[in-house]
């Protein structure tokens, strides 16, 4: 699937499977905001991003203590910045490859307790 974001498009790919989660996870209300250029993001880091939003999108729907995510992906000046607001004050175990994933890709990541007693993830890449 991670091909699916090279041929067609991180952003289209990214819709889809959100489209397909909030289809299949009736209690899961997960939103989506895009404003991306793709041609200044590199192919290796939408892989990277594509594998951030699958694993995410798993431990949304495994965690039964949240109904609510919303996702955002825009470019800001140089950078693409991604971000998760998550209605929960404690996140799923298996969002750490968030951060690695975020790390290991040469972004940087933090963790923000948000006004509406979510969390909010923030991963962030320089692009030129």
Known sequence: MAVSCCFFGLAPTIKWAYEKVSQSE?????????????????????????????????SFTLDSKSNKVALDLRNLDNNLVLTFEYQNQYAPEELNSVRERSILSGGDYEIINSDSGGTIYRSSWCVH
């Open 26 to 58: 009736s209690l899961l209300d997960v939103t989506t905001q895009i404003d991306i250029d793709e041609k200044r993001i590199p192919s290796n880091l939408k892989i990277v991003i594509y594998h951030i939003l699958m694993d995410s999108l798993a």
